[in-house]
């Protein structure tokens, strides 16, 4: 049983960072697809575009820091014998969705100021709300991890 467990010593590891990072690659991609769509229609238009639209692409990225954050903690663990696989796999896809959906989120976000110019604070609070739930992840699995480990 011992060799069993020994083979996906590292699955937590890497589902956690791997997970969390393809939720940020697909947000930011999300959101990059509506920035330069935007970006096109302000130049069509003779307007200024927005280079504030960079800071709704990049809001994503954030969820694989936290990925590696807790990827540190779950090493540490796993130095010890406790190899998280169920927490890496449910955390990395909790942050993988939170990034994914700040990506969609912030698509719409980047169109709408690009056409409006205004709004930019209220588009950040809800991008922020989502963030919260990544965050919420790691603070909560840290200490769960701190507590048995």
């Known amino acids: 049983m011992e060799q ?3 083979q996906f010593k590292d699955l937590g590891v890497a589902a956690v960072i791997a997970l969390s990072a393809v939720g940020s690659g697909l947000g930011a ?3 990059g697809m ?5 970006w096109k229609k302000c130049f069509s238009q003779n307007k200024m575009a927005p280079f504030l639209l960079i800071v709704f692409v990049g809001a994503p990225l954030s ?3 936290y990925g590696m954050i807790l990827m540190n903690k779950i090493v ?3 130095n010890k014998g406790a ?3 169920g927490i890496g796999i449910f955390a990395g896809l909790a942050m993988g969705v939170s990034a994914l959906m700040q990506g969609k989120a912030g698509a719409s976000a980047a169109d709408a100021f690009a056409e409006t110019g205004k709004g930019f604070a209220n588009y950040l609070i809800v991008l922020g709300i989502i963030e919260t739930v990544a965050l919420f992840i790691l ?3 840290l200490g769960k ?4 480990y």
Do not use: R
């Not at 509506?34 to 935007?38: D, L, R, S």
């Not at 991890?145 to 048995?148: C, F, K, R, V």
């Open 145 to 148: 991890i701190s507590i048995l």
């Open 83 to 85: 190899f998280m696989i």
């Open 139 to 141: 603070v909560f699995l």
């Open 63 to 65: 969820q694989t820091i």
């Open 4 to 6: 069993i467990l020994a």
């Open 34 to 38: 509506a920035a330069v769509g935007a």
């Open 76 to 78: 540490e663990a796993a």
């Open 29 to 31: 991609g999300y959101a």
